[in-house]
Structure formats: structure tokens, C-alpha cells
């Protein structure tokens, strides 16, 4: 009896976190031009959904031109990149997409095709390839807007 009862306690809470998992991708224009809006729904409350796909899947839902990049780094590694829609230097006003991958890439192949620049931003086709079947290990959006505009914490 206990069992059934335990059990029929926590089923609404397995139901609630699996239906978090399903939520439908929307496109930008469901969010009549809010990007904010847009990324937090596909890319913090559907982050769960992007773990362990690729960094090309997720790429291809930000649907949105990619303006700069910028790499999180530990030692000579790649471990993450920021996808800038929009770009404010210095400051985290911008529209990004944090993707932090399951296995760090090599720094050194990476600088070379940012042209030997390691402090270029500019995203190009040939960084696409190089990165688009790495798996990722969690994706979330500018948490720094979310909060200031949206009041959301993360």
C-alpha cells in the first residue's frame, strides 16, 4: 500500500520533468521578433533536449545568422563557444547561445582555421564543419539578459 501510494506521489513529478524534455522546437517567428523570448524557450527550457546531440543540430535551430563566436577555453582545449546573433563588445548585451561540448577539441586545429588569429570572432564555414558533429553537453542562452530583462534566474 505504501508503495502505491509513493508512487502515485511522485508521478506527477516524472510526468512534469519528461514533458519538459518534449517541448516542440518553435522558429524565431512565433516570437514575433523577440529574440529573447525565442532563445529562452528553445535553449533553456529546452536545453535538456540538445545534450548529447551535435553542435550542427543545434546550430541549425538557432535559425538565426551568426554574426561572431567566441571560445571557452581550458588550457590548449576548446570546451565551449558562445554563437553571437548579435554582438555587443564588452559587454553581455548580445544575443548568444552558450554550447559547451562532451569532448574538448583541440585549440591549435581551431586557431588555424580563424586564419592563426586566436582572438578573431569571425565565424566561417570551415569552423562550422570543424565543429558540427562534436556532441554537446549543454547548450543554455544569455543568462545575464534573461535575468536583467525577463527576471529570469537560472
Request: hydrophobic share 40%; aromatic share 14%.
Amino acid at each position: 500500500m505504501r508503495k502505491i501510494a509513493l508512487f502515485l506521489i511522485l508521478l506527477p513529478l516524472f510526468c512534469r520533468l519528461s514533458a519538459q524534455n518534449e517541448l516542440a522546437y518553435k522558429p524565431f517567428e512565433a516570437f514575433n521578433n523577440d529574440t529573447l523570448a525565442f532563445m529562452d524557450y528553445n535553449f533553456r527550457q529546452r536545453a535538456e533536449y540538445y545534450k548529447g546531440k551535435t553542435v550542427g543540430e543545434v546550430l541549425e535551430d538557432i535559425s538565426l545568422p551568426i554574426k561572431v563566436f567566441t571560445r571557452y577555453m581550458e588550457g590548449y582545449t576548446t570546451t565551449g563557444l558562445f554563437v553571437y546573433t548579435d554582438f555587443v563588445p564588452h559587454e553581455m548585451k548580445g544575443n548568444y547561445i552558450a554550447v559547451f561540448l562532451q569532448n574538448p577539441v583541440d585549440s591549435r586545429k581551431l586557431v588555424k582555421l580563424m586564419g592563426g588569429d586566436p582572438n578573431s570572432k569571425t565565424w566561417t564555414p570551415e569552423i562550422y564543419e570543424f565543429l558540427k558533429n562534436e556532441k554537446v553537453k549543454v547548450v543554455r542562452p544569455n543568462h545575464y539578459r534573461l535575468w536583467k530583462e525577463k527576471g529570469i534566474r537560472m
